[in-house]
């Protein structure tokens, strides 16, 4: 199993920007695909990003341009750089790591951290 915590977030003015952690620990990092998630009050959660262990990445069209997921596996560490942030990207971000062993998925969560952008 892995453990996941997310640091970072907080209240930012629109258009301002933030950089998002999410620290690994209790497996090997590398193998695991990481992504980020958000959920917004009364909503689903949704995909924001996510990054393969090879270190390709896939984002969400409508925030393709303002997010970049990164990792670094030497710190067990992947990142979410938010920019140009809007009062609709306030929401709470969960880290998430994926791992499919034999066509079995399994997810691993952090508690989330909340990121609000208001003025």
């Known amino acids: 199993q892995v453990q996941l915590v997310e640091s970072g977030g907080g209240l930012v003015q629109p258009g301002g920007s933030l950089r998002l952690s999410c620290a690994a620990s209790?497996?090997?990092?590398?193998?695991?695909?990481m992504g980020w998630y958000r959920q917004a009050p009364g909503k689903q959660r949704e995909l924001v990003a996510a990054i393969t262990s090879g270190g390709s990445t896939n984002y969400s069209d409508s925030l393709k341009g303002r997010f970049t997921i990164s990792r670094d596996n030497a710190k067990n560490t992947v990142y979410l750089q938010m920019n140009s942030l809007k009062p609709e990207d306030t929401a709470v971000y969960y880290c998430?790591?994926?791992?499919?062993?034999?066509?079995?998925?399994?997810?691993?969560w952090g508690q989330g951290t909340q990121v609000t952008v208001s003025s």
């Open positions: 209790g497996s090997i990092f590398s193998i695991y695909a």
């Open positions: 998430n790591a994926q791992r499919t062993i034999l066509a079995v998925r399994y997810d691993y």
